[in-house]
């Protein structure tokens, strides 16, 4: 097994660990939502400190359910995650183009 291929199983062991950690130690098993987002668990901390409190805005849009609004968060990360590997792709492939440049330089006779 390569280093690189070692690195790649140790990097999926430790996300996967993060993704079910969680869900065996029970974390979260006194709560009515034990995965809420972060919004939702801000939204009740300000509602406990302050009960008048109200909202500066509202959304643009508020989806008509909590499953559209889950399909619409995975679309925006699924488009950045596209845009970050394109990015990093075209870097790639200039760095190696120019390093197939070069070395087809070095290697042509001076006299061609």
């Not at 668990?41 to 889950?70: C, K, N, Q, V």
């Not at 399909?71 to 790639?92: E, H, K, S």
Request: avoid cysteine; charge should be negative; hydrophobic fraction near 45%.
């Amino acid at each position: 097994m390569t280093r690189n291929a070692k690195i790649n199983a140790l990097l999926l062991l430790a996300v996967a660990a993060l993704a079910v950690l969680p869900l065996v130690l029970g974390l979260g098993d006194h709560k009515e939502e034990p995965f809420a987002g972060a919004d939702a668990e801000a939204e009740t901390a300000i509602t406990e400190i302050e009960p008048d409190y109200e909202p500066w805005f509202s959304p643009l849009y508020e989806p008509p359910s909590g499953e559209i609004e889950s399909a619409l968060f995975a679309v925006q990360a699924a488009l950045g995650a596209g845009v970050l590997a394109y990015y990093f792709g075209v870097r790639r492939g200039r760095r190696q183009g120019e390093e197939r440049a070069a070395t087809a330089l070095r290697d042509t006779p001076a006299g061609d």
